[in-house]
């Protein structure tokens, strides 16, 4: 019983184990995490279209419960601007950004989400994200990148522009109008850009954001920019999240289903990508399932306290890696300074300009455009980038989910045609030695008139089971001379439905029926075991069975030509030690 709480409740086991030696990265990266997190918190919020607070009620309570149900000892959970901006997508189709029904949908929406990740993990459904393709998803990412950059323009730089505008009418919009732009917001917001970055650039780990923060609200205060149309962020509401019971309406879960479907599993891609990351390399093991049940109760438990779908973050993770986090202690450290922030320190952030919130987001999202993946397909994988291509377009210009969805339902198509037609080599015999080679690769390998030797390298199932029968049949057919034995490499077969033992027989047939022999070699235990079953072993005789092709080449020969072997004479089809095993 112990043992079973433990793995479901992670905290129960390494919290009582928690050595003092930790305490002081897990507070150094805590400190760290909570300082990055505040500003990005309240940045994200804006990006999915709520009120900033609320990217700091979504920074407390969804920390705790990941890290009491987590596997990830460094994981730092959170808003993110991947799911912020597909939290305002899907909204805003149905309400006004910033209404209190917006609020109420981007709430109902964290409940949804961590219902559909904790179900996941409890039936161990963590495969399904395996359908987000690395091509997919980066096509996905790079494509979110350009459009929450360019949903931040109007911000950054003081512009008026409608808010449901397309990617290209956005930057149509912001050259047509630069002329207009404040002048103070855009010097505020760029100079915020630059600043972020050069402060990475010189070191990673330090709190970039909440020094421009600080900077950006002193500029504000000291030469009165808000009179000079700086527009800052106005009263944060102060005290900590009420618990409040989300407005659960069943028409309003089936006009969000797909965000929150989206969001499911984006979210734990993201968070999955890093965590596996990290715990490689420090050595430890994470369960992908409990991940999910982790994010799922984040989630879920999250709304309760006013909270939007949150994940794992990028950034923030790999920061409070690097900040010595040893144990999720370091997440539940964070989590109460920034309940500490709430409570107390909301009036702070009053003369916050906005264009400084529009810089973080852009310079956070500037790393989701991925080129160096595309530059890696062009090389490498042409079909993958034509993948990555397709996602990235549909997203930009039809939108997030349609986008995403194109993308998985393309791999799916990719899966199912290669799944028809796999790889397959006819072999030939190296010179003089027991080797065979596809004849493709190795020019050198020798073909043999007599025999054919064909390698299938895929389960032999319905969805190939024809490409089989049509390209063994075909091989056979184009030789000038047709071929006495017909030698099938099954090493590579490694699952045989009713339908592949079909093709098989119908193989059999048609070899019979031209009078060539048969013999399979490499067949693994399970493959043996089906071929045995129906029948098709018997048909063919044990003895026609062979570790490898060699062996099955020389048996055919002494029993066409008897001949001496090292003074000895085998007696052709007798069973070997190996073959006498099938029986």
Known sequence: MIQTLKKWVPIIQWLP?????????????????????????????????????????????PLIIY?????????????????????????????????????????LAALGVGVVQALMGFMRMGFLVNFLSHPVLSGFTSAA????????????????????LTVVETFGMTISKIGSANFYTAIIGVGSVIMIMLLKKWNKAFPSALAVVFLGTISVIVFGLNELGVRIVGEVPKGFPAFLTPSIDIDSLIKLLPMI????????????????????????????????IGLGFANIVGSFFQSFPVTGGLSRTAVNDQAGAETPLAAILS???????????????????????AAIIIVAVSSL?????????????????????VTFLTTLFLGIEVGIGIGVIL???????????????????????????????????????????????????????????????????????????????????????????HAL??????????????????????????????????????????FDVAEAVDDFRMLHTPSSLNGEIKIPGKLNAAQSNYL
């Open 67 to 107: 890290a009491i149900f987590g596997t990830s000892k460094q994981l730092a959970v959170g808003p993110v601007a991947m799911v912020g901006l597909i939290v305002f997508a899907g909204v805003s189709a149905f309400a006004t950004p910033g209404s209190p029904e917006f609020i109420q949908l981007a709430i």
């Open 261 to 292: 479907l989206v969001i499911s599993l984006v979210g734990y891609m993201e968070s999955i990508a890093i965590a596996k990351a990290i715990a490689n390399r420090r050595k430890y093991k994470i369960d992908s399932n409990q991940e999910l």
């Open 505 to 546: 027989e119908e193989l059999l047939k048609f070899l019979s029926s031209n009078g060539i022999e048969f013999s399979i070699v490499g067949a693994i235990g399970p493959v043996r075991d089906m071929l045995k079953k129906c029948g098709i072993m018997s048909h063919i005789g044990v003895n026609r069975f062979y």
């Open 335 to 357: 989590a109460i300074l920034i309940a500490i922030t709430v409570v107390f320190l909301t009036p702070l952030f009053y003369y916050l300009p906005n264009s400084v919130l």
């Open 17 to 61: 184990q928690y050595e003092k030696t930790s305490l002081k990265g897990d507070l150094s990266a805590g400190l760290t995490v909570a300082v990055m997190l505040i500003p990005q918190g309240m940045a994200y919020s804006v990006l999915a279209g709520l009120p900033p607070v609320y990217g700091l009620y979504a920074s407390i309570i």
């Open 411 to 501: 791999s799916l198509v990719i899966v199912i045609y290669n799944s028809t037609k796999p790889h397959f080599a006819e072999l030939g015999q190296l010179e003089e030695s027991d080797n065979y080679r596809n004849v493709e690769r190795y020019k050198n390998a020798v073909i043999h008139e007599d025999v054919l030797i064909f390698r299938y390298d895929s389960p032999l199932y319905f969805a190939s089971s024809n490409y089989f029968l049509d390209t063994t049949q075909k091989l056979i057919r184009n030789r000038a001379t047709a071929p006495k034995l017909f030698v099938l490499d099954a090493s590579s077969i490694n699952f045989l439905d009713s339908t592949g033992l």
């Open 369 to 389: 455009f991925d080129i160096k993946a595309m530059k890696h397909l062009w090389n490498t994988d042409r079909l993958d980038l034509g993948l990555l291509t």
């Open 145 to 164: 990148a350009i459009i929450i950059g360019a949903s931040q323009l109007k911000s950054l730089l003081g512009i008026d522009m409608p808010g449901s």
